[in-house]
Structure formats: C-alpha cells, structure tokens
C-alpha cells in the first residue's frame, strides 16, 4: 500500500493472520538482529530520557530543564542522537495479563522512561510536556533534542480504541503546527484489532511475542509508512437531554443552534433554539441501529459482571449470545416498533467527492442498521463492503475504497441472519453510498432512544417527541501516518 491510497481489500484469509505470521516470515529469511545494536537505534540518551520523564510527572515543560543545564550547559557535541528514537504506549489491561508483561520485556529492553503505562501516562501528557521538552531543548540549540523529536516513531499496545486515543492525541501537533507528527505502529492488545489488521500488525497478541520483542521494535523503525483518513463526529440535539458518552466522545460547549447550516436540507422534525452538542473523531466506522444496541448491551454486561469476559474468545461469546438474546435475528417477528427499520426515524444526507451540495439517500426500508466504515477490516477482519467487481463499481457510480481517499463506505444490514452471512463472506452488506460528509437526521416522533457506536464504543442516543437529533461527519483536514506491518499487501 503506497501513502498515497487506501490497502487492497482484505480477503477472507487475512482476516485470520496474526503478527505471529510476520515473526515465522522473519525467521524464515534468517534475518539476526543484534540486540546492543537495535537498543542503540532506539534509545535515546539518559538526559532527554529524564527531562521527559521529569516533565511529564511535574506537568511542566521547565521540569527537565535540570538535565539540559546538567549536561555541561546545553554543549551536546559529544551526544549523536538515535537513528530511530521509539516510545511505546502500553494499555497494560489490554490482553487478559499480557498487557503488563509485555510493558515490563519492553521498560527491560529500552528503559522505564520511554514505555509509558497508560493508566499512569496519557497521551496528551506526553504530547503537552513531553514533545514540549524536546522542542523547547531544540528551540535553546540542542542538536540531539531536535533530531530525536524529528525521528520520533510511537508504538501503540493496546485495542482500536486505545491506538485511536494516541492517534487523536498526536492529531493535535497538526493544529498546533508542531510538525512532524509521528508515525505510528501497532501492537494488537484488543479483541477486534481493526486497525491493527489494516496496517499489517496483525489481528491477534500472542505470548510468542516475547520471544520476539527485536522483531517487532526492529519492524517499527525500519518499516514504510502510509496515510490514513480520520472523521469528526458532531452530535447536534435538543438541550436538557443527558448523553452517557463514552471515551471517545466528549461535550463541547453549549451553542445556539446555527439554523442556516441545515436550511438547506429537507427536514422532518423541528429544530430546537438551544442544543447541547457533543464532539468526537473515529477511524474506522460510525454505526446506528440494531448492531450498535447489541453492542450497548454487551459492553454493560461487562462493566456489570466482568468475570465473565477474560479474554478475546470469551468476548466474543459472550458477545454472540447476547445478539441472540436482543432479537437481532428475529426483527421481522417483533412487533415492538424499536426494533423496525430504521427508515421509521432516521433520514440520511450526504455530499459526494468534490461537490457542494446535500443529497438525500433513499433509505431501503429493510435496513435495521446502518454504518459507515473508512478502513475494510471491520468486527475482527471482516469486509463487509466487498471486493467489487469494476463492472458493478461503475454501474453503481462507486470507486474503488481506499484508507485515504476522502471517503466513507455506507452500508446497511438487514436482520442478523443478513450479518452473519456478510461476515462469513457468503455475500455483501447492502451498499448504500459512498460519501466525503454525511448528517443523519434522527427523527422526533414517538422513538424514545436510539442506539450509535463508533470504533467499538456504543451509547444510547435519547430522542425528543418534537425535535430532531443531529449527526454530522466530515473528514478531519489532516490525516494519521501509520507504519506499515509486514501483512500490509503492500
């Protein structure tokens, strides 16, 4: 895959790879890497090692100042900063125990001070006092400051959700302009591991890994890199209504709602003076409907009673079961109007590549949700958009899905019977549109709640009787730089 556009789609194959392929593959070219010799292409020296550390825990940039003035005034002339300096976020309760004993083989290899526990560290700290320490030694002359922020390269640990969290945190250095922004690597801790798949890391961790830790490293800083679109999510909705967010969705500032930005549009419900609004940015996909309330359900079982799920195929199921046990399979039996199609309250506009206008989507009247995906590994490795012929490409008016493109797939499922055949690759999700910016349009009416989810975090979305709900995606204007894993089909 070449920075410039989105990986070939999964197969069905890749779905079921792991990094465990790539360190087989390394093993079988005979390829040695001295451990001194990678250690010294990663480590950065002690000083900048303590300045950000010290930084960081005081939350102050001038906190590390101690070690610069320390180390003979700032005179760095005998200093030669790593080839490839490498900080690692680890989400030690990712992976059942693994999580941690892989933060401990890591702090052993590169020190304590580059490997971050993200229950102690979050990214934004290292981001605000972190980077700002070496940028501020760069800016007083410290030639081995500013080539290890340059050369900088982040490793993830952790699920979707926690290599999104990093991947928003860094995003900032592009409003900031504290360019360059780091690129970013991979190691599956999670239970779906999307992103992981879609970059080549591979879907699953595996305790042979140990065995392995030069690999990977040596994978981080040596491998290409490529680009990856991110999306911006703004819910609009009627003041007064209470929204459990999850992580990756947080409050913003209340407004007056701006009427013109939507006089455009052909609405159904009325729109409220006062709204509360809610901002968030994804990844990899946007969903309403059936699926994300099978997710809700799920997701609280778990705060609820987290005994029963320790580990990746206790989730899943656990996770199956309960799609059962919500009705999911049988919609077209029930006559409870919350599980009907979703044309019975939602409404769907989008804009096309390059064009300045809204269009509505006609909404098939059988889709009991709806999703919007950037990447094609979606619950586990799947594609559910499909490997599309040129043929139906160009009598549907599509093109061919990249990771970069500007542009979101949507699909729609029908009952979980029509899921479950998608997911085994016995046929394709019910293609909608392809889209550089959607707004649904969440009906008032007699609906009380609705469910959403985005990368894997669901809440439950209240609905008013009288005015409409609003979700507006557009693409974030700078995009991730990702390092690619070996199973990239580059």
């Known amino acids: ?41 990663i480590t950065m020296p002690e000083y ?45 309760k990712s992976g059942g125990r693994h999580g941690s004993e892989l933060k401990s083989r890591l702090q052993d290899f590169m020190g304590d001070e580059q490997v971050f526990d993200l229950q102690n560290v979050k990214p934004h700290e290292f981001v605000q006092y972190g980077l700002a320490c070496l940028e501020h030694f760069a800016d007083l002359g410290d030639c081995c400051a500013k080539e290890c922020r340059e050369r900088l390269r982040v490793i993830v640990a952790g699920g979707d959700g926690t290599v999104g969290w990093v991947l928003g945190c860094l995003g900032e250095l592009y409003k900031k302009g504290r360019e360059p922004v780091p690129p970013t690597a991979i190691i599956p801790l999670g239970t779906g591991n999307d992103l992981s798949r879609s970059f080549g890391w591979g879907g699953s961790f595996s305790t042979k890994w140990k065995a392995a830790i030069k690999r990977i490293l ?13 999306w911006n999510l703004v819910i609009t909705m009627p003041a007064g209504a209470e929204l459990d967010t999850p992580h990756a969705l947080k409050q913003t500032e209340e407004i007056i709602f701006d009427k013109v930005c939507l006089q455009d549009l052909d609405k159904e419900g009325h729109l409220p003076e006062e709204v509360s609004c809610y901002q968030g940015v994804f990844y990899n996909y946007f969903s309403i409907g059936m699926d994300a309330q099978v997710a809700y359900g799920f997701h609280n ?25 919500q009705g999911w399979f049988f919609t077209p039996c029930m006559n409870d109007p919350s599980l009907r199609g979703l044309k019975n309250i939602l409404r769907v506009h989008i804009k096309k590549l390059n064009s300045p206008n809204w269009e509505l989507l006609p909404l098939p009247s059988s889709i009991r949700s709806i999703v919007a995906l950037n990447l094609h590994s979606y619950a586990s490795g799947r594609n559910p958009w499909g490997n599309l012929k040129p043929e139906y490409l160009e009598k549907k008016g599509f093109v061919e899905a990249k990771l970069d493109d500007g542009l979101l797939e949507i699909f729609g499922f029908k009952q979980g019977w029509h899921a479950s055949f998608v997911m085994v690759d016995l046929c394709s999700a019910k293609h909608i549109a392809q889209a550089a910016a959607i707004r649904f349009e969440l009906r008032g009416g007699t609906w009380r709640e609705g469910f959403m989810q985005m990368d894997g975090e669901p809440w439950k979305q209240p609905m008013n009787n009288e005015y409409s709900t609003f979700v507006e995606i557009k693409r974030v204007p700078f995009q991730s730089i990702m390092v690619k894993g070996e199973n990239s089909h580059s």
């Open 48 to 92: 900048l090692r303590f300045a950000i550390r010290d930084a960081i825990a005081a939350k102050d940039v001038d906190a590390g100042k101690q070690h610069y003035d320390g180390n003979d005034g700032g005179d760095m002339s005998p200093l030669v900063a790593p080839d490839s300096p490498l900080v690692v976020f680890v989400n030690s």
């Open 301 to 325: 079982l778990r705060n609820e009673k987290p005994y029963l799920a320790q580990g990746r195929i206790a989730n899943k199921i656990i996770y199956s079961g309960y799609t059962c046990k």
């Open 1 to 41: 895959m070449e920075s410039s556009g989105r990986e070939p789609v999964l197969r069905k194959s890749s779905s079921k790879s792991s990094v465990i392929d790539s360190i087989k593959g390394c093993k079988l070219s005979g390829m040695k890497i001295p451990k001194d010799e990678l250690r010294k292409k």
């Open 218 to 230: 040596d994978r981080a800083i040596h491998a290409p890199v490529a680009r990856l679109d991110s």
